[in-house]
C-alpha cells in the first residue's frame, strides 16, 4: 500500500532552524513526486514544497520561499525539508505526500501521518 512517516518537528524558537524528514516504503519512490504540506492550528492544510521524481526540480510557496529547501535521496527513499530563519506562522503539523508519475502505479497518493512544528520564543 505505500507509506510515508515524517519526523523532526518539535518546538524551536523563532529565527531558528529545523529539518524534517519523510521515509518511505512499500513503493517505488523514485517514480513519485513528493510535496510537503503544513496545517496550522485552525486552518485548511496548504501546500509549502514540491520536489520532482528525479529531484531536479523544486517549488516553494511564497510564504516560505528563501527560508525552506526540499531535497530527496532516491537510494535511501528519503525526502527532507530544512527549514531555516522559523517565523511563529510556521507553526503547523507538516505532512509529506508522494504522488505517482505514472497513472497506472499504484498507490497513486500516499500521505504521511504528520510531525507538528511549534514556532514559539
Known amino acids: 500500500q505505500g507509506q510515508l512517516v515524517e519526523s523532526g518537528g518539535g518546538l524551536v524558537q523563532p529565527g531558528g532552524t529545523a529539518k524534517l524528514s519523510c521515509v518511505a516504503s512499500?513503493?517505488?519512490?523514485?517514480?513519485?513526486?513528493m510535496t510537503w504540506y503544513r496545517q496550522p492550528p485552525g486552518k485548511e492544510r496548504e501546500p509549502v514544497a514540491y520536489?520532482?521524481?528525479?529531484?531536479?526540480?523544486?517549488n516553494y510557496w511564497p510564504a516560505v520561499k528563501g527560508r525552506f529547501t526540499v531535497s530527496r535521496d532516491n537510494v535511501g527513499n528519503i525526502v527532507a525539508l530544512t527549514m531555516n530563519n522559523l517565523k511563529v506562522e510556521d507553526t503547523a503539523i507538516y505532512f509529506c505526500?508522494?504522488?505517482?508519475?505514472?497513472?497506472?502505479?499504484?498507490?497513486?497518493?500516499?500521505w504521511g501521518q504528520g510531525t507538528q512544528v511549534t514556532v514559539w520564543p
Open positions: 505526500r508522494a504522488s505517482a508519475t505514472v497513472s497506472a502505479y499504484r498507490p497513486q497518493e500516499v
Open positions: 512499500g513503493f517505488p519512490f523514485r517514480y513519485y513526486t
Open positions: 520536489i520532482s521524481a528525479t529531484g531536479d526540480t523544486t
